[in-house]
């Protein structure tokens, strides 16, 4: 039987403001819209997702040092975190669990403060500029990885 995979799935914070923060940068699809169509997009690879939001660094770290043994893998738009965190790539390496991580702009057309990650060298793969195909780009990537596809 083919194996399920179970993805977790991050986004950091402000992400909870999309639709109306700074359209003109993300857009004016919603979290709730994104988390949608990663399940459906789940469930046609495959895969079984958990979506998790939060605005505090602490829960997001405790949530990945929580989830290794429950989860194959992690898709993360870490937001603000990812140019700002080492505690957040700490995390990622200690769980051990395979990461693509996902930017809806790109980050590198922007303040240069935002060309930096923290994780990027760490994950296995960094897809950035598309919007929300962002995210569902980094699951296709991100499952094939985990040999699903
Ligand atoms: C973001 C880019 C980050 O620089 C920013 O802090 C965000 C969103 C993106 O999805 O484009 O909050 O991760």
Request: net charge negative; no cysteine; hydrophobic share 40%.
């Amino acid at each position: 039987m083919k194996k399920v995979f179970r993805v977790l799935v991050i986004h950091g914070p402000n992400l909870h403001l999309l639709g109306t923060r700074e359209p003109e940068v993300y857009g004016r699809v919603t979290l709730a819209e994104i988390n949608q169509e990663l399940q459906a997009l789940g469930k046609k690879l495959g895969a079984q997702l958990e979506t998790f939001q939060s605005n505090h660094e602490g829960e997001i770290l405790d949530k990945i040092s929580h989830s290794p043994d429950s989860i194959d893998g992690i898709l993360i738009n870490p937001a603000g975190l990812t140019h700002t965190s080492v505690a957040l790539r700490d995390a990622l390496l200690a769980s051990g669990v395979a990461f693509v991580e996902v930017h809806l702009s790109n980050v590198y057309k922007r303040e240069e403060f935002r060309h930096h990650s923290y994780l990027s060298d760490a994950a296995v793969g960094q897809v950035v500029g598309f919007g929300k195909q962002s995210y569902l780009l980094g699951l296709q990537g991100l499952i094939q990885h985990l040999g699903a596809l």
